[in-house]
C-alpha cells in the first residue's frame, strides 16, 4: 500500500531538488526518511510539469532563441565554476546551455546545409517528374498507335473479311 505525503512537505522537496538548490534525492531521502525512488519520480514529474517555474519566474521550456542566445554570449568567457553558479542562479542545467552553444555554434553551418540538400533533393525530384513524364508521353502515343491499328484491322474485316487461316 502507498503512503500518503502532506502536499506542503512534498513541494517543500522538489524545490529542493530543483535549481538553484540542487539538493541530491539520495541526501534527501535519507533526511526525510523518503524512498529515493519516490523522490526521484516526484522531480521527474515536477520537470514534466508545464507550470514549473525556474530561476527568475521563466518556464523552462519557454526560453525564446533571442534570451538562449544571449545566455550562452553572457557565459562566452566563464569558466566551469561560474557557469556552474550562473546556471544555478537563472535556473538552467549547464546540459541545457551546452546545447544551446552548440545550436549557436551550427545555426548558420546547419542552415546553408539543409539548403543545399533541399536543392539537390528538389533538383533529383524534377529529374524523376521528366523522367516519368517522358515515360509517359511515350506510353501514351504507343498506347494511341496500338488502338489505330485495332480500329485499322476492324475496317479492314469489315470491308474485306476476317482473314481465313489455313
Known amino acids: 500500500m502507498y503512503k500518503k505525503y502532506d502536499e506542503d512537505l512534498k513541494e517543500s522537496i522538489i524545490a529542493q531538488m530543483l535549481p538553484p538548490n540542487n539538493v541530491p534525492a539520495s541526501e534527501l531521502a535519507e533526511k526525510a526518511g523518503i524512498p529515493y525512488t519516490t523522490l526521484i519520480e516526484w522531480r521527474r514529474l515536477a520537470r514534466r510539469s508545464e507550470d514549473e517555474e525556474i530561476g527568475d519566474n521563466q518556464v523552462s521550456r519557454?526560453?525564446?532563441?533571442?534570451?538562449?542566445?544571449?545566455?550562452?554570449?553572457?557565459?562566452a568567457g566563464m569558466n566551469a565554476e561560474e557557469i556552474n553558479g550562473f546556471c544555478r542562479s537563472t535556473g538552467i542545467y549547464p546540459e541545457q546551455l551546452e546545447m544551446w552553444r552548440d545550436t549557436c555554434k551550427t545555426a548558420n553551418a546547419t542552415q546553408s546545409t539543409v539548403t543545399r540538400e533541399l536543392r539537390h533533393e528538389l533538383r533529383e525530384e524534377r529529374n524523376k517528374v521528366h523522367t516519368l513524364e517522358r515515360d509517359l508521353r511515350r506510353k501514351e502515343k504507343a498506347l494511341a498507335e496500338t488502338a489505330a491499328l485495332l480500329v485499322l484491322r476492324k475496317k479492314a474485316d469489315a470491308i474485306w473479311g476476317a482473314p481465313e487461316e489455313e
Open 62 to 75: 519557454n526560453w525564446s532563441s533571442e534570451e538562449k542566445f544571449n545566455i550562452v554570449v553572457q557565459t
